[in-house]
C-alpha cells in the first residue's frame, strides 16, 4: 500500500526552527517528487515547495524563499522539510504528499498519496 | 503567479441533490487543473486529474469538466459522506502549483 508516513507533532517558541520527516512506504522512493503543503488552521492549502529525491533539486514558494529547506535521504526513503525563524503564523499543518507525472506535458501532475500531517504549533 | 478562485465559498445541500462548484483561473490553464477532497480532520486526497479524469476508488457520481479558464466540479447525487471541504489546484504552472481557497459542502 503506497503511503507517506509524517512525524509526530511539534511545538517551538518564535524564532526558533522545526525539521518535519515524510517517510515514503510501498513505493520506489527516487521515482517521485515529493512536495510540501501547509494548512493554517480553518484556513486552505498553500502550496511551499518541492524535491526531486534523486538529484536533490528543489523548488520553493517565492514567500518561503530563504526559509525553508528541503531535503532527502534515499536509503530510508525519508523526505524532510526544516523551517526557519518560525513566526505565530506559521502554526498549521504541514503535509508531504508525492507527485504524479502523468503524460503528454510536464504540466499533467497532480498529488497522491497525501501523507497524516504534521501540526506544528509556534507559540511563546 | 495564477490565482485559482472558487465559489461558492460554502454551500449547503441535501442528500440526492446535484451539487456543482466552480474554479476560474486568473489565466488560461488547458485542463491542467485538479479536484482534492478533504473531510474534516484528514488530508486531502485526489478526487479529479486533468480536469475530467476520474482517481481510482473515487465514485462516478464525482465528474469534472472545464478548460481555459473555468472548470466545475459536479456531484451527480450528494451523498451523507460528501461532506467535505473541495480544492481545486493548477498545475499549468508546473513545478510551481497553487491551489483555490476551498469550498465547504455541509449536508
Known amino acids: 500500500q503506497v503511503q507517506l508516513v509524517q512525524s509526530g507533532a511539534e511545538v517551538r517558541k518564535p524564532g526558533a526552527s522545526v525539521k518535519v520527516s515524510c517517510k515514503a512506504v510501498g513505493y520506489t522512493f527516487t521515482g517521485f517528487d515529493i512536495n510540501w503543503v501547509r494548512q493554517a488552521p480553518g484556513q486552505g492549502l498553500e502550496w511551499m515547495g518541492w524535491?526531486?529525491?534523486?538529484?536533490?533539486?528543489?523548488g520553493y514558494a517565492q514567500r518561503f524563499q530563504g526559509r525553508v529547506t528541503m531535503t532527502t535521504t534515499t536509503s530510508i526513503s525519508t523526505a524532510y522539510m526544516e523551517l526557519s525563524s518560525l513566526e505565530t503564523e506559521d502554526t498549521a499543518v504541514y503535509y508531504c504528499?508525492?507527485?504524479?507525472?502523468?503524460?503528454?506535458?510536464?504540466?499533467?501532475?497532480?498529488?497522491?498519496?497525501w501523507g497524516q500531517g504534521t501540526l506544528v504549533t509556534v507559540s511563546s | 503567479d495564477i490565482q485559482m478562485t472558487q465559489s461558492p465559498s460554502s454551500l449547503s445541500a441535501s442528500v440526492g441533490d446535484r451539487v456543482t462548484i466552480t474554479c476560474r483561473a486568473s489565466?488560461?490553464?488547458?485542463?491542467?487543473l485538479n479536484w482534492y477532497q478533504q473531510k474534516p480532520g484528514k488530508a486531502p486526497q485526489l478526487l479529479i486529474y486533468?480536469?475530467?479524469t476520474l482517481q481510482s476508488g473515487v465514485p462516478s457520481r464525482f465528474s469534472g469538466s472545464g478548460s481555459g479558464t473555468s472548470f466545475t466540479l459536479t456531484i451527480s447525487s450528494l451523498q451523507p459522506e460528501d461532506l467535505a471541504t473541495y480544492y481545486c489546484q493548477e498545475s499549468f504552472s508546473a513545478p510551481l502549483s497553487s491551489f483555490g481557497q476551498g469550498t465547504k459542502l455541509e449536508i
Open positions: 489565466q488560461r490553464i488547458g485542463t491542467y
Open positions: 504528499a508525492r507527485r504524479i507525472l502523468g503524460t503528454g506535458s510536464f504540466r499533467n501532475i497532480w498529488f497522491d498519496p
Open positions: 524535491i526531486n529525491p534523486i538529484n536533490g533539486h528543489t
Open positions: 486533468a480536469a475530467s
